[in-house]
Structure formats: structure tokens, C-alpha cells
């Protein structure tokens, strides 16, 4: 029976357990990589040693270089150490003002709380929608010594953990700075990965540079890309917003361009905003899905994604809703790795 490409219901799947990937494939190259021709509607497994051999040799290649921050702290109400309670913990989202941050916090905090990162003070301004809090930070609780920009950034450098997914059950290693980075992310901000590019190592990106015509976007990852859909009628959701950044020489190049491929959900998201807006910075909220297409970019890398996210909803937006689900069928069948650590598709 044909599914209805508006009802929620229609992005849901069963995936098996062991198939969620919960470190990646090294080297990133060896990682198994599904082709899609959107033309003759045929599938081929491949590895991401073999992504330049399916790619026409015109196209942009266009990538996010966000870098993923160590955004999520422990701490605790500096009253209740003593008592060994109050554990507190925190993740940032992004920087709203001067030393005003938008955060997610994990324990019981009311407005004016303040809470102690390792000797480091935040104190909470105010709550937002969302269950998110606006916090500032400070050196010095008695004194209220505000952290500059940079020295709020250093701090979560120094004292930060990796924010891994939820389904990743595990605690963050060191090697995860490395691993849940792409070889070429430069611009800190992102709370989560642009998954795709995780594939590609330092000798793959190089060879593509030299094959391929490239360019770099910013989109800074929120953790509203792992939130699920609640709306039955998907029409009906409130996307998320994600700050972006397109340089005017990427710009140029997206304009010029007569074939795009999109490395990353991310990268597509902008690509297409710039399309419909011509903005080339501010805040994201564009939700692709099959009664919202792409028009500009013309092929997608992306890795496999969650049910009932507007991340699913995007891949079908390029494919259409039954083409989707019959492609992740394929792909739980052939046992792919999904999720952020794990294997990808190529839509052609």
C-alpha cells in the first residue's frame, strides 16, 4: 500500500541494534558506501574508496567545514558539594550575546542558580522555550569576572567533552576530538557533525580536491537535527534553526555551477537557502522533504539517518518517500552501519 509522503507514520523503521555504529570504520575510506541513480532507479554497494568514480566529472563538490566543539560540561552547585549532590550537567548550543549562551541543562535549576564547571561560574538568566536556558559565565563567583568570547571557547576546549549522540551508548573518548571531525572542519560552533565527511581522509579529500571543482559552507550543527518529529502531518513541524555562513568565493561557485553535489544533509540545507533566499549568513531553518525538492543541488552524499527526523525527510525530498524506503530496506538487509559513525549513500 502507498505510503502518504505527509504522515509521520511513513518515516518510522525498525532498525536492528547491532546495526547502529557506535565508533567508525578506519581507515574512513573502507566504510561501505550505497549509490542511488534517481535515473534508472538502480542501487549499487560500493566503499567510499570508490565515491570519485560515480560522480560526474563536472560537479561542485560542496562541503561544510563546521567544527564540532567539546560542548557538553559537568559540574555541580557549588552549596551542595559538600554534600556530594547537585551534579549538574550542561550543553551548549550557541553564543546569543556578550557572554550570554544558550545552553541545555541536566538537573534541577531555577533562575539566578549558579553552578561550578572546575572552577569556572555560569549563572542562569533566564529560560527559554525548549527546556533551553540562557546562562553567563564567569571566572570568579564573588567577583562575577565575565569570560570573553574566546576564553569561554578555550574553557570548553580544555574542560568540554565530545557531545556523541544519544544512541552512541558510550562515554566520549579523546579520539572522538579526532573521529567525530571531518580532516578538513575549521570553523567552530557545531555541536554535531556533518556526517558525510567523515568518510574522507586526509589523502581521499586532497585527491578529490584535485578531480573535482570545490567549495565550503558553514552550517554550525545544532542538536535539533536529532530531534524527532512530532507532528502527525509533517507540514505541521517547527524546523529547527542553524547558523550558517557561505563565503561570497563558494557563493560565486554555487552560481556558476551546472551540477552540485551536496556532501552532507548540512551542506544541502544551505545550498538550498542561498538558492531560495540568496542570503549567504544568518540563521537556517529550511526543511526539505518530498513537497519541498531540491532545486539547485543535483546529487547528495549523506550517511543513514534516524526515523522520523526531517533528516530522513530530506533524503526523501531528493528520492521521494517510496524510493526512500525502499533504499533503507536495502540497506538493513545488506547490514549496513547507520547512524553517525557509520556507512553512507550517495544519491545520483
Not at 141 to 156: A, G, Q, T
Request: hydrophobic residues 40%; proline residues 5%.
Amino acid at each position: 500500500m502507498k505510503k502518504n509522503e505527509l504522515s509521520l507514520e511513513s518515516y518510522d523503521y525498525e532498525l536492528p541494534r547491532e546495526l547502529i555504529a557506535s565508533i567508525p570504520v578506519i581507515p574512513r575510506e573502507n566504510a561501505r558506501l550505497l549509490v542511488y541513480d534517481r535515473g534508472d532507479f538502480s542501487i549499487t554497494h560500493a566503499t567510499f574508496g570508490e565515491f570519485a568514480e560515480f560522480l560526474p566529472k563536472e560537479t561542485l563538490l560542496v562541503f561544510n567545514d563546521a567544527r564540532v566543539i567539546p560542548a557538553r560540561i559537568y559540574g555541580k552547585k557549588p552549596q551542595e558539594k559538600a554534600l556530594g549532590g547537585g551534579k549538574i550537567e550542561a550543553l551548549f548550543h550557541k553564543e546569543i550575546a556578550k557572554n550570554v549562551y544558550l545552553m541545555q541543562f541536566r538537573g534541577r535549576l531555577k533562575i539566578g542558580s549558579i553552578v561550578e564547571f572546575g572552577g569556572v561560574f555560569a549563572k542562569i538568566l533566564k529560560s527559554c522555550e525548549g527546556g533551553f536556558k540562557e546562562a553567563a559565565f564567569f571566572r570568579d563567583r564573588e567577583c562575577l569576572l565575565p569570560l570573553s568570547h574566546w576564553e569561554f571557547f578555550e574553557f570548553l576546549e580544555q574542560c568540554g567533552h565530545i557531545p556523541l549522540p544519544p544512541y552512541i551508548k558510550r562515554e566520549d573518548e579523546e579520539v572522538d576530538r579526532e573521529n567525530y571531525n571531518s580532516v578538513f572542519a575549521r570553523n567552530l560552533g557545531a555541536i554535531a557533525a556533518p556526517t558525510a565527511s567523515l568518510h574522507f581522509s586526509e589523502e581521499s579529500f586532497k585527491a578529490l580536491q584535485k578531480e573535482f571543482k570545490t567549495a565550503f559552507v558553514t552550517l554550525h550543527v545544532g542538536a535539533g537535527t536529532f530531534l524527532g518529529v512530532s507532528a502527525e502531518n509533517i507540514l505541521e513541524h517547527r524546523m529547527h534553526e542553524e547558523s550558517f555562513v557561505i563565503p561570497p568565493v563558494s557563493a560565486g561557485a554555487i552560481e556558476k555551477a551546472s551540477h552540485i553535489t551536496a556532501i552532507g544533509t548540512t551542506a544541502a540545507r544551505a545550498v538550498e537557502h542561498f538558492a531560495r533566499t540568496k542570503r549567504t549568513k544568518g540563521e537556517c531553518n529550511l526543511f526539505l522533504h518530498p513537497q519541498n525538492k531540491p532545486i539547485l543541488a543535483h546529487a547528495l552524499l549523506t550517511n543513514f539517518h534516524l526515523p522520523k527526523t526531517t533528516l530522513l525527510m530530506l533524503v526523501a525530498s531528493f528520492v521521494g518517500l517510496e524510493e526512500m524506503r525502499r533504499i533503507y530496506n536495502e540497506a538493513i538487509k545488506e547490514k549496513y552501519r547507520f547512524y553517525s559513525y557509520g556507512d553512507g549513500m550517495l544519491i545520483l
